[in-house]
């Protein structure tokens, strides 16, 4: 019989890649985003996907994500701000822009993996952590 426990590695090549947050959301429409001053928000949809960016008076990039909806799912993908425009709410607007969409849509329940640093935003924004998930990849 195969012994209880095996001894798994990976091969010199692997690497382990910082551990990263499955989550989830019931999604709820809220009122028109605005975002601050100085920014404009732009969206466009193509098919399936949702595109979100947001820009400052200079035409700068300052914030952006992107989302799937399939029936009553979306999912949440790439959502980043630039450093030097973070802490100003603009993950937020492009968070609840995406998530308002996904409902016109249809959609009632999102999920997204986060990084350690953007499931603080999801969860002051509601979302649910689901469990941790931890990949290997080929280094180079």
Known sequence: SAPAHADFRLPPDWVIDPPVFMMHTTLVKTADVVPPLGYVLTMNTDGPLTEAWVVNTDGQPAARGRMVHTERFA??????????????????????????????????????????????????????????????????
């Open 75 to 140: 999912v949440f993908d790439q959502i980043v701000t630039e450093p030097a425009h973070q802490r100003k709410g603009l993950g937020r607007c492009v968070m609840q822009a995406l998530c308002n969409h996904a409902v016109d849509l249809r959609a009632d329940v999102g999920v997204l993996v986060a990084t350690d640093a953007g499931a603080a935003l999801y969860r002051a924004m509601d979302w649910t952590l689901n469990s941790p998930v931890v990949s290997a990849v080929i280094a180079g």
